[in-house]
């Protein structure tokens, strides 16, 4: 083996130039010989198979269509001029059409003789035509033709326009392939190719560019999909285990008179099983004299705030200090009150820090936090403030953490010798194909059932076209004495537009529902934070009956007298930030709704999404079918994980090989941590070349 070989500049390959190994650089970010072996196919189209133009269909994205070249014009000026060429077979006529080197085409085609002409099919009027087409004379195809299935490579309009189309692709990767067959070593164990009946990782490689047969494709594609997840994996679990044995934390032993006394005398209802389970997770985290570090996902209104509460006696009990951040003043206020109420029969100093507390406040709270007469602290980015200095922080919670960066959260370390056990919590459901993916086993509580008695929120679609419908169903709630929100968009490439809507929307709400017998606050984020404030404090307040806002409100804001929920241009909005906003209302004794309000004309996604969002209240279910939707990218943790430096597996659509994938990966730690069993020595190397690289796909040499 020469492991030099893969690391060549790809400037070296025979048929790659300084021009074109600069494109490959620049466009496909390949370097490297090895980098060009893993730019997979995203698809293969069938060669063999050639449609006649009177079967084209708009529909097609690609096709292969046989005839010949009976004439060749020059049509239109400036931008527009372009070369048409009239396509004829045997059943109709079609256009091939170039917009750029007309006069190299023109000395070059042959008019009448029999061309293969492959490209994307577009319909204009109705005429079908193909714009910059692959040509090849029908001869030459026919001798050309290795495998029927050929792999259409990634690429761009860069690339395709300086002539490195993907028969150039195809080309280079056979040069490679001359190169370097031999460099392909085995990185499986025997036993786990034995197993599972895995192709052979040179074969799998041959088989991905030049597949022999659709079986042998299958077979490669299914080989190298597991090789990616399960190094994948293998990364993940050893992360996870290093973490646990290297960051050390003080371990709270003690089980005491605060946690005791509350659990036995003062809880305010029976806890759900979900509850139960999630304290009993966080206690033994807590135990441990490593640092917990523990995510706790739970649908909004599923009760994580006596979590958090229970969880800081355990630390007050230790005679540690807690305290819970919260990404908006709102929240921390709500918050400081729900828990002041928990645990006023305990006496426990509690307190509050917001960006507005007063100085003389906030002294006090500098000083009974250095000195430990301040058992908790809630509050909002002001605890991250350099003068907050605890005298013995334990555990930090962190609500609603998609506003504070990793940064920030470190800065609560800083302040102790060890860092205090880390707490975090999110409305925001990871979806469980991904968590297990994602996170390998890094901490993650569920608490994945509401408290008992709690009324489905009921969610419709209606058109703009019954919006009267909709006011007159708003007045009845109003009579009722209820709330209503009513949310439009914001989305930054359009915000202008969204402005106008949003005070269109306010001044016709207004004109409806008009002084002084209904009060309307209206909250957006071009508004001064004291403002916002204002409008939200007042709706909060229960002054006004109607709160018109973008989805600021989104976070964690709690008036359980609201309980409608109307969403306009619901069709704009993500399902996670639907269900979010839904999330809103239901926080009280009444029936709730939400109401999504859209055109007519709305996209399949859409529909699936204003379907989901009728269909069902749990955001767990919801968060899959966003996954499916809109693919990992979007998803917290995400970024760090990998998943989405995969090329050739995909974590949902090939979940099933994930699990096979992670099942293997588990059994070679557990059975040989360190992969020193000679049997695990092809893994061993080469996880040490994906830990090298930083790239799954960067280690086959
Ligand atoms: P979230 O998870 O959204 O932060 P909260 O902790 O604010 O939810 O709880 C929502 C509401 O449900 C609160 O009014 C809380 O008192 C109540 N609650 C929480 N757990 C239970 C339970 N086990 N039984 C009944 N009510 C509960
Ligand atoms: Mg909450």
Same mark, same amino acid.
């Given at each position: 083996?020469?492991?030099?070989?893969?690391?060549?500049?790809?400037?070296?390959?025979?048929?790659?130039?300084?021009?074109?190994?600069?494109?490959?650089?620049?466009?496909?970010?390949?370097?490297?010989?090895?980098?060009?072996?893993?730019?997979?196919?995203?698809?293969?189209?069938?060669?063999?198979?050639?449609?006649?133009?009177?079967?084209?269909?708009?529909?097609?994205?690609?096709?292969?269509?046989?005839?010949?070249?009976?004439?060749?014009?020059?049509?239109?000026?400036?931008?527009?001029?372009?070369?048409?060429?009239?396509?004829?077979?045997?059943?109709?006529?079609?256009?091939?059409?170039?917009?750029?080197?007309?006069?190299?085409?023109?000395?070059?085609?042959?008019?009448?003789?029999?061309?293969?002409?492959?490209?994307?099919?577009?319909?204009?009027?109705?005429?079908?035509?193909?714009?910059?087409?692959?040509?090849?004379?029908?001869?030459?195809?026919?001798?050309?033709?290795?495998?029927?299935?050929?792999?259409?490579?990634?690429?761009?309009?860069?690339?395709?326009?300086?002539?490195?189309?993907?028969?150039?692709?195809?080309?280079?990767?056979?040069?490679?392939?001359?190169?370097?067959?031999?460099?392909?070593?085995?990185?499986?164990?025997?036993?786990?190719?034995?197993?599972?009946?895995?192709?052979?990782?040179?074969?799998?490689?041959?088989?991905?560019?030049?597949?022999?047969?659709?079986?042998?494709?299958?077979?490669?594609?299914?080989?190298?999909?597991?090789?990616?997840?399960?190094?994948?994996?293998?990364?993940?679990?050893?992360?996870?285990?290093?973490?646990?044995?290297?960051?050390?934390?003080?371990?709270?032993?003690?089980?005491?008179?605060?946690?005791?006394?509350?659990?036995?005398?003062?809880?305010?209802?029976?806890?759900?099983?979900?509850?139960?389970?999630?304290?009993?997770?966080?206690?033994?985290?807590?135990?441990?004299?490593?640092?917990?570090?523990?995510?706790?996902?739970?649908?909004?209104?599923?009760?994580?705030?006596?979590?958090?509460?229970?969880?800081?006696?355990?630390?007050?009990?230790?005679?540690?200090?807690?305290?819970?951040?919260?990404?908006?003043?709102?929240?921390?206020?709500?918050?400081?009150?729900?828990?002041?109420?928990?645990?006023?029969?305990?006496?426990?100093?509690?307190?509050?820090?917001?960006?507005?507390?007063?100085?003389?406040?906030?002294?006090?709270?500098?000083?009974?936090?250095?000195?430990?007469?301040?058992?908790?602290?809630?509050?909002?980015?002001?605890?991250?403030?350099?003068?907050?200095?605890?005298?013995?922080?334990?555990?930090?919670?962190?609500?609603?953490?998609?506003?504070?960066?990793?940064?920030?959260?470190?800065?609560?370390?800083?302040?102790?010798?060890?860092?205090?056990?880390?707490?975090?919590?999110?409305?925001?459901?990871?979806?469980?194909?991904?968590?297990?993916?994602?996170?390998? &086993?890094?901490?993650? @509580?569920?608490?994945? !059932?509401? +408290?008992?008695?709690?009324? #489905? =929120?009921?969610? $419709? *679609?209606?058109?703009?076209?019954?919006?009267?419908?909709?006011?007159?169903?708003?007045?009845?709630?109003?009579?009722?004495?209820?709330?209503?929100?009513?949310?439009?968009?914001?989305?930054?490439?359009?915000?202008?537009?969204?402005?106008?809507?949003?005070? &269109?929307?306010?001044? @016709?709400?207004?004109? !409806?529902? +008009?002084?002084?017998?209904? #009060? =309307?606050?209206? $909250? *957006?984020?071009?508004?001064?934070?004291?403002?916002?404030?204002?409008?939200?404090?007042?709706?909060?307040?229960?002054?006004?009956?109607?709160?018109?806002?973008?989805?600021?409100?989104?976070?964690?804001?709690?008036?359980?007298?609201?309980?409608?929920?109307?969403?306009?241009?619901?069709?704009?909005?993500?399902?996670?930030?639907?269900?979010?906003?839904?999330?809103?209302?239901?926080?009280?004794?009444?029936?709730?709704?939400?109401?999504?309000?859209?055109?007519?004309?709305?996209?399949?996604?859409?529909?699936?999404?204003?379907?989901?969002?009728?269909?069902?209240?749990?955001?767990?279910?919801?968060?899959?079918?966003?996954?499916?939707?809109?693919?990992?990218?979007?998803?917290?943790?995400?970024?760090?994980?990998?998943?989405?430096?995969?090329?050739?597996?995909?974590?949902?659509?090939?979940?099933?090989?994930?699990?096979?994938?992670?099942?293997?990966?588990?059994?070679?730690?557990?059975?040989?941590?360190?992969?020193?069993?000679?049997?695990?020595?092809?893994?061993?190397?080469?996880?040490?070349?994906?830990?090298?690289?930083?790239?799954?796909?960067?280690?086959?040499?």
């Amino acid at each position: 083996m020469n492991p030099g070989k893969l690391q060549t500049p790809i400037d070296y390959l025979k048929g790659v130039g300084p021009n074109r190994a600069a494109l490959l650089r620049s466009e496909l970010n390949i370097q490297t010989y090895q980098d060009l072996l893993n730019l997979f196919p995203n698809r293969y189209i069938d060669k063999t198979q050639y449609y006649k133009v009177s079967q084209l269909q708009p529909t097609h994205a690609d096709a292969q269509v046989v005839g010949r070249i009976i004439n060749l014009k020059t049509l239109g000026e400036g931008r527009s001029k372009r070369m048409v060429g009239t396509f004829k077979d045997d059943t109709g006529m079609m256009e091939l059409v170039w917009f750029r080197g007309h006069k190299w085409l023109r000395d070059r085609l042959k008019i009448n003789a029999i061309y293969v002409a492959y490209g994307k099919v577009q319909k204009f009027d109705s005429t079908y035509s193909i714009a910059h087409p692959e040509l090849e004379l029908l001869e030459e195809h026919e001798k050309n033709l290795r495998s029927a299935m050929q792999p259409v490579y990634p690429s761009t309009e860069k690339l395709s326009n300086k002539g490195v189309t993907n028969r150039v692709l195809n080309l280079l990767m056979q040069n490679l392939f001359l190169e370097v067959k031999n460099e392909l070593t085995e990185s499986l164990s025997p036993t786990i190719l034995e197993n599972l009946k895995l192709m052979p990782k040179n074969e799998a490689f041959f088989n991905i560019h030049f597949p022999k047969s659709q079986p042998d494709l299958a077979r490669a594609q299914y080989r190298l999909k597991f090789e990616e997840l399960f190094f994948m994996q293998l990364q993940l679990i050893i992360k996870n285990q290093l973490h646990k044995s290297k960051i050390k934390g003080y371990p709270f032993s003690e089980i005491g008179a605060y946690f005791n006394t509350f659990y036995t005398e003062h809880l305010p209802f029976e806890l759900t099983d979900a509850q139960k389970r999630v304290v009993r997770e966080i206690r033994h985290d807590l135990g441990q004299p490593a640092q917990m570090n523990r995510l706790l996902q739970g649908d909004v209104g599923s009760g994580k705030t006596i979590v958090a509460l229970m969880a800081m006696l355990m630390a007050l009990d230790n005679d540690f200090q807690a305290c819970l951040m919260a990404p908006t003043e709102i929240l921390s206020v709500q918050h400081f009150q729900s828990l002041s109420a928990l645990c006023k029969p305990l006496k426990i100093s509690i307190s509050l820090l917001t960006g507005s507390s007063k100085t003389s406040k906030r002294r006090v709270i500098h000083e009974q936090l250095e000195n430990g007469e301040l058992n908790i602290l809630i509050g909002t980015h002001a605890l991250l403030e350099d003068k907050v200095k605890f005298k013995n922080l334990g555990l930090a919670i962190i609500d609603e953490q998609h506003r504070f960066g990793v940064a920030q959260r470190s800065k609560l370390w800083h302040k102790n010798e060890l860092p205090p056990h880390v707490l975090i919590m999110t409305a925001t459901p990871i979806p469980r194909t991904l968590a297990m993916s994602v996170y390998g &086993d890094l901490d993650v @509580s569920v608490i994945d !059932e509401l +408290p008992p008695g709690r009324k #489905q =929120i009921k969610t $419709v *679609h209606r058109f703009d076209a019954n919006r009267l419908k909709v006011f007159r169903f708003i007045r009845d709630e109003i009579k009722k004495g209820r709330q209503v929100y009513v949310v439009y968009p914001l989305i930054q490439e359009s915000e202008a537009l969204d402005y106008k809507d949003l005070m &269109d929307g306010f001044e @016709s709400i207004s004109r !409806e529902f +008009p002084m002084p017998e209904y #009060q =309307i606050s209206i $909250v *957006h984020g071009q508004m001064k934070p004291a403002d916002k404030e204002y409008e939200m404090n007042r709706f909060v307040k229960g002054e006004t009956q109607i709160m018109v806002a973008t989805t600021v409100i989104e976070v964690g804001v709690n008036v359980p007298n609201a309980s409608v929920m109307i969403i306009e241009s619901a069709e704009r909005f993500g399902l996670s930030q639907l269900h979010q906003l839904r999330g809103r209302v239901g926080r009280g004794a009444d029936q709730s709704y939400c109401i999504l309000m859209t055109g007519h004309k709305l996209s399949e996604t859409s529909k699936t999404r204003l379907q989901t969002m009728t269909r069902t209240n749990d955001g767990f279910e919801i968060a899959e079918v966003d996954l499916k939707l809109r693919g990992p990218g979007d998803i917290m943790g995400t970024q760090q994980s990998g998943v989405l430096n995969l090329k050739i597996a995909d974590v949902v659509a090939d979940n099933d090989i994930l699990k096979i994938a992670r099942s293997y990966a588990w059994e070679i730690i557990k059975n040989d941590p360190s992969l020193k069993n000679p049997e695990n020595k092809a893994v061993r190397r080469t996880y040490a070349q994906v830990m090298k690289y930083k790239n799954i796909w960067n280690y086959i040499s």
